[in-house]
């Protein structure tokens, strides 16, 4: 057999989709929830086979993407909506 591209260049290229389309959504769509990002990457985005669910999405954007992107507690729904981190104040 032979190698092509090196080790885990799928999964990184992956990996790399789903970090430019929940950062696109986000930047588009400040004050969003995971559960209307999960809505537009499984439905508009046509990502289905990633096993996307609303805290896999907190979680990928809080380990991931905390230098671009914050979060911030919405008291009235009592859930996390997402930003961009100019525009949390």
Not at 59 to 70: G, V
């Amino acid at each position: 057999m032979t190698q092509h591209g090196g080790k885990g260049s799928q999964k990184r290229a992956r990996f790399e989709r789903l970090k430019d389309e929940v950062r696109q959504f986000v930047t588009a769509n400040p004050g969003c929830s995971a559960q209307t990002i999960v809505a537009s990457l499984n439905h508009d985005q046509k990502l289905r086979n990633h096993g996307l669910t609303p805290r896999k999405v907190g979680f990928f954007i809080t380990r991931h993407l905390k230098t671009t992107l914050t979060w911030w507690q919405d008291h009235k729904a009592g859930r996390r909506v997402y930003g961009p981190c100019e525009d949390r104040f």
